[in-house]
C-alpha cells in the first residue's frame, strides 16, 4: 500500500494541503498557488496555508492582495472582473440562466427556470427588479417590459386611443380628409388579420375587401376612420398576445 507522504500535512479549509513558509523562496508569483483566472497575462492565485489569499499578478508584479472568505463566488467574479481591468480587457457578463425576453440598450430581461419562474430585469450586471411569474404572466410581462423600457431610456409612441383623444382635446379631429397612407395601413392590418384567421381566404380578395372598407371609413370622416383602425390594431395585438401564450404554454410542457 503506498504511503501519502502529505497525510500528515496540514490543511486549508478549502481541503488543500496548506504546505510550509519558505522565506528564501524567489520573487513572483508562488509556484504552489492555483491559478484561478488568467487574462492578457494577467494572472488572479488563490494561495494555500491557514489563510487562503487571492493574489492577482501581472508579471512578476503583485497588484492586488486580499484574504479568501467562505464568500468565494462573489469574490473570484469580482477579482476575474478586477483582474481583466488591470489587463485592459472588459470583463465578461456574468451568465444568466433563464429564457430572455427583452435586450436594449443594455438591459435584458430574463425569464427564469424552474417550479417557481421570476421576471428578472437587469442593467448591465445589475439586478434592478424582480417578481413571480405566475398565472397572470401576461399582465406582469407587460409591468416588466414597462419597466425595462424605462430603464433603456425607451418612449413608446401613443396608441391609437390615446392619439384619438388627445386630437379631441386639441380639436383637431375634424379636417381634412384620411390620407391614403391611412388607408393603405388599414387595408395592410385588415388583410393581416383576415388571413391569419382563415389561411384558406383569397388574399386578392382579401385585399379587395380592405381597400374597400378603407374607403367606406375614410368617407365618414377622420374620426370614425380612426376607431376602425383602433379596432383592426386590438384584434392584431391580440393575436400577437395569443401566439405568445401559445409559445410560452408549448414552452413549460418541453421544460416539464
Do not use: C
Not at 503506498?2 to 513558509?21: E, F, L, V
Not at 504552489?32 to 487562503?52: C, K, Q, Y
Not at 427588479?129 to 404572466?137: G, L, S, V
Amino acid at each position: 500500500m503506498t504511503k501519502d507522504i502529505h497525510a500528515n500535512q496540514p490543511r486549508d479549509w478549502h481541503g488543500r494541503y496548506a504546505g510550509s513558509a519558505n522565506p528564501g523562496r524567489e520573487s513572483g508569483p508562488p509556484r504552489d498557488a492555483e491559478e484561478i483566472h488568467s487574462v492578457g497575462g494577467v494572472r488572479l492565485l488563490l494561495t494555500g496555508g491557514r489563510t487562503p489569499t487571492y493574489q492577482i499578478w501581472k508579471g512578476d508584479e503583485l497588484m492586488h492582495e486580499q484574504p479568501a472568505t467562505r464568500a468565494w463566488r462573489q469574490e473570484r467574479r469580482e477579482l476575474s472582473d478586477k483582474a481583466a481591468t488591470i489587463a485592459g480587457v472588459e470583463p465578461s457578463k456574468p451568465k444568466v440562466e433563464g429564457r430572455e425576453t427583452f435586450n436594449q440598450n443594455g438591459v435584458r430581461v430574463v425569464v427564469t427556470p424552474g417550479n417557481e419562474p421570476k421576471f428578472q430585469v437587469y442593467k448591465g450586471d445589475t439586478l434592478i427588479h424582480e417578481q413571480p411569474a405566475t398565472r397572470a404572466w401576461k399582465s406582469e410581462q407587460t409591468a416588466v417590459l414597462s419597466i425595462a423600457e424605462q430603464a433603456a431610456g425607451i418612449v413608446r409612441p401613443p396608441t391609437a386611443t390615446a392619439q384619438i383623444n388627445g386630437h379631441l382635446r386639441q380639436g383637431s379631429i375634424r379636417g381634412g380628409p384620411v390620407s391614403v397612407r391611412g388607408q393603405l395601413d388599414y387595408v395592410a392590418v385588415y388583410v393581416e388579420n383576415k388571413l391569419s384567421e382563415n389561411p384558406a381566404l383569397n388574399p386578392r380578395d382579401v385585399q379587395a375587401k380592405g381597400r374597400a372598407l378603407a374607403e367606406k371609413w375614410a368617407a365618414q370622416g377622420p374620426a370614425y376612420f380612426q376607431r376602425q383602425m383602433q379596432f383592426q390594431v386590438s384584434r392584431q395585438y391580440q393575436r400577437h398576445l395569443d401566439e405568445e401564450d401559445t409559445d410560452r404554454n408549448r414552452e413549460i410542457t418541453e421544460e416539464g
